[in-house]
């Protein structure tokens, strides 16, 4: 069982930036999917973010593109989010997910359902 810690959350103001890191205890080699997801209370857990560890690629949901940047260092079996131009549609908690995925295509088409591994999550708070 791969397990996951998260850090790097917190307050900020709007327009504001954060990075999130993610530490692995192991990988799937190549065919790791890293995933960044987000919820807030009442709502499905939504995607934000993917990379797949054999081709780099990666994959952002529609409402941070151009905002945030997910990034891995395979070696430190870590991932990042970094997230400028915060608003406060951001604000939730965020979760970072690890899977065997065997293709970048199912990666980038990855739902929260398809990750068994999960970090514990860090709140992100946006204010006015």
């Known amino acids: 069982q791969v397990r996951l810690v998260e850090s790097g959350g917190g307050s900020v103001q709007a327009g504001g930036s954060l990075t999130l890191s993610c530490t692995a205890t192991?990988?799937?080699?190549?065919?790791?999917?890293m995933g960044w997801f987000r919820q807030v209370p009442g709502r499905e857990r939504e995607g934000v973010a993917q990379?797949?560890?054999?081709?780099?690629?990666?994959h952002y949901a529609d409402s941070v593109k151009g905002r945030f940047t997910i990034s891995q260092d395979i070696a430190k079996k870590t991932m990042y989010l970094q997230m400028n131009s915060l608003k406060p549609d951001d604000a939730a908690m965020y979760y970072c997910?690890?899977?065997?995925?065997?293709?970048?295509?199912?990666?980038?088409?990855?739902?929260?359902?398809?990750?068994?591994?999960w970090g514990q999550g860090t709140q992100v708070t946006v204010s006015l």
């Open positions: 997910a690890v899977g065997l995925f065997t293709s970048s295509g199912a990666c980038m088409r990855s739902v929260a359902r398809s990750f068994r591994s």
């Open positions: 990379v797949y560890s054999g081709s780099g690629g990666t």
């Open positions: 192991s990988l799937y080699g190549d065919h790791t999917c």
